[in-house]
Every structure is written in C-alpha cells, then in structure tokens.
C-alpha cells in the first residue's frame, strides 16, 4: 500500500505583511498563480525555476510580468512543504 503525500503551504510573516502592502490586482493575480501552483506546480506559465546567490536553495514563480514569489520546497516521508518566502517585483527583488 503506497503512502499517499500531503502539500502543505505555508507563509512567512515578511510574505503576508508585504502581500498585505499590494494591490487587489496583484493580491488577486498571486491568488491566481496558487491554484495554478496547486494543481501544477511545474505549469508553464508560472516559470517555476531555482535562484542562485543570496537567493540560493530558493525557488521563483511568476506572478504576473514583473512581480514573482519566492519559496522554499521541503519534503518529509508524508509531506511537501511549500514556504513562501518574499513577494515583489524582479527589480525588488533582485535589484
């Protein structure tokens, strides 16, 4: 009998504050990228991808044009554990 494993989705106090701090249009487009994330993690239109430097061992999503999502993904026996770490625009975050 195959295990079956869980995602959960977490996020940090930075990520709500600054999601707090944003549009309803991008709130709304975040929102958008989620269930896209849930149901595909790896769609195309999200970009999903690894960073590198300061931001290594994280991953990026697209949000929309400019703004993205930045997480970590750990995984136990019974669970991937989905952290979203920052949100903003690639000049915010990346300089």
């Known amino acids: 009998m195959q295990n079956e494993i869980e995602l959960h989705i977490e996020f940090s106090a930075l990520f709500d504050k600054k999601l707090r701090?944003?549009?309803?249009?991008i709130i709304?487009?975040?929102?958008?990228?989620?269930?896209?994330?849930?149901?595909?993690?790896n769609h195309e239109?999200?970009?999903?991808?690894?960073?590198?430097?300061?931001?290594?061992?994280?991953?990026?999503?697209d949000i929309t044009d400019d703004y993205r999502a930045v997480f970590k993904e750990a995984r136990t026996k019974t669970q991937i554990i989905i952290k979203f770490y920052l949100i903003g625009t690639h000049d915010e975050l990346y300089g």
């Open 45 to 61: 239109h999200l970009r999903r991808h690894f960073l590198k430097e300061k931001y290594a061992g994280y991953q990026s999503i």
């Open 21 to 25: 701090c944003l549009s309803p249009e």
């Open 28 to 41: 709304g487009a975040f929102n958008e990228a989620l269930d896209l994330f849930l149901e595909n993690p």
